[in-house]
Nanobody, 123 residues
């Protein structure tokens, strides 16, 4: 089970930190990822991180602004979002990929999904 938190309404240029708590398995068996979906658009890859935390990937639209991290002792993964823009608005989903290899970047690579948390960036 994955439960996201930390979403909200912020102004352009602000920061938010999303959290996702994992339960029901061995957290270190999973790579973790964040995806987002804006109204009327397809789900978009945001970031992912390997089970160890050593490797991470970012979508082109968030590189340099967002940072993913994980705390394996807390069974949690985080997404620090800086310099938020209106185009970052959407529902952000946490996802788990049963893999001790490279973290995935496509949604079909992830087996477990949270219900999402809304992020709204006003201009």
């Amino acid at each position: 089970q994955l439960v996201e938190s930390g979403g909200g309404v912020v102004q352009t240029g602000a920061s938010l930190k999303l959290s996702c708590t994992f339960s029901g398995g061995t957290f270190t068996d999973y790579a973790m990822g964040w995806f987002r979906q804006a109204p009327g658009k397809e789900r978009e890859f945001v970031s992912s991180i390997s089970y160890s935390g050593r490797t991470s990937y970012y979508g082109d639209s968030v590189k340099g602004r967002f940072a993913i991290s994980r705390d394996n002792a807390q069974n949690s993964v985080y997404l620090q979002m800086n310099s938020l823009q209106p185009e970052d608005t959407g529902v952000y989903y946490c996802a788990a990929d049963f893999s001790r290899g490279a973290a995935g970047i496509r949604d079909y690579e992830f087996e477990e999904w949270g219900k999402g948390t809304q992020v709204t960036v006003s201009s």
